[in-house]
């Protein structure tokens, strides 16, 4: 009975692990900024992200008090920062969030649980160019398997989508009906072995056809191909590339306009305990106003956890 004993100790510890005081989404300069905030202030916290759009650039001039640079060796000395303080960082790619009486970040390789959350993914990727994505959202054309699967509870749905991230809807999805197919739309599947193995196990149909258009006029019919094949369907669901900000806004009820988190003064969302920085937030799309979001994001988390201690 030992063993069973030293197997309880192993999870449980490597639970608290994953257990954190802030979880930052975004590996930009305003969840780098945030993260330095935020572990100073003793807070543990860890940066989910992979690179920024910042280390395309060959040149950086206009960012006060710092030499020309490359993108990339800002960004590098920006994780050297926060490693130098603490932050743990991790090379993964958040598919969802939840919120119960913690956060959990779901991510292509783990779950991670916070008390509080900065969204800095950066700008939200451009729609899927296929004919009548726009006339037909709302018309079963959706983005979020959690809010809208209920009403396809028994019908035949797509999930649009190759990564980590639609397989994740897919299996949301499966709370509502066991008639799903993938399609890739000419992507080869760029998902993690556990995935990989549960789309065998469950026998999901896959179709990697390029998509041409969603027909239909009061609500989808079909889904058309390139080489004029058609498949019908009751519903569609796009989770396309990476999630990004408004799709996570989406799953937790953040309010967005015009593709953008609405935070307030303090980069506060509508969810408490849930921040949001830099490009994702809209407006003058730069380094500077990303860092001064991201302290503004980090020193909010570090109030509100502070709030949160003096409350038990
Ligand atoms: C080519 C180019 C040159 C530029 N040059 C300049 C310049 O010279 N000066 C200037 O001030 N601005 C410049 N900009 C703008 C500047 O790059 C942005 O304003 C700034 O990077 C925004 O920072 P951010 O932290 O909000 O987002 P980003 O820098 O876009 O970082 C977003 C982070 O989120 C991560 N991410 C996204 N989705 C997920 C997910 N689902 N899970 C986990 N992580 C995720 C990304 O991997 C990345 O780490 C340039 C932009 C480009 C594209």
Redesign the pocket.
């Known amino acids: 009975m030992i063993w069973i004993y030293y197997i309880n100790i192993y999870y449980m510890s490597k639970g608290d692990l994953l257990m954190y005081d802030v979880i930052i989404?975004?590996?930009?300069?305003?969840?780098l900024q945030a993260a330095l905030y935020t572990a100073r202030a003793k807070l543990k916290t860890l940066v989910?992200?992979?690179?920024?759009?910042?280390e395309?650039?060959t040149r950086?001039?206009?960012?006060c008090c710092a030499p020309s640079q490359t993108?990339e060796e800002l960004i590098a000395i920006g994780v050297q920062q926060g490693k130098a303080v603490g932050v743990e960082f991790k090379k993964?790619?958040?598919?969802s969030i939840r919120k119960n009486s913690t956060f959990e970040v779901i991510?292509d390789n783990n779950t991670y649980k916070s008390k509080a959350v900065i969204i800095?993914?950066?700008?939200p990727s451009k729609k899927i160019p296929i004919k009548n994505i726009n006339y037909l959202e709302g018309k079963g054309i959706h983005y979020c398997s959690t809010c809208d699967g209920f009403f396809y509870e028994g019908l035949k749905v797509g999930i649009i989508g190759y990564t980590d991230y639609a397989i994740q809807e897919l299996k949301e999805m499966q709370n509502y009906t066991n008639n799903i197919t993938l399609y890739t739309n000419n992507q080869e599947l760029d998902i993690n072995t556990i995935n990989q193995k549960f789309l065998k196990e469950q026998n999901i149909p896959i179709i990697t056809k390029k998509i041409y258009s969603f027909e239909g006029e009061q609500m989808i019919k079909k889904i058309s191909f390139d080489d004029q094949s058609e498949e019908n369907v009751d519903g569609v669901f796009i989770a396309y590339g990476?999630?990004?900000s408004v799709d996570f806004a989406r799953k937790l009820g953040i309010m967005i306009q015009d593709n953008a988190i609405q935070v307030d003064d303090n980069q506060k969302t509508n969810i408490d305990g849930l921040y949001a920085?830099?490009?994702?937030t809209g407006g003058f799309?730069?380094?500077?106003?990303?860092v001064g979001q991201?302290a503004l994001a980090g020193k909010s988390a570090i109030e509100y956890i502070k709030k949160l201690k003096e409350e038990i």
Request: hydrophobic share 30%; net charge neutral; proline share 2%.
């Open positions: 989404i975004g590996k930009g300069p305003a969840g989910i992200g992979k690179d920024s759009v910042i395309k650039s950086i001039d206009n960012y993108g993964e790619i958040a598919v991510t800095a993914t950066g700008q990476t999630a990004s920085a830099g490009d994702c799309k730069q380094i500077s106003t990303a991201g």
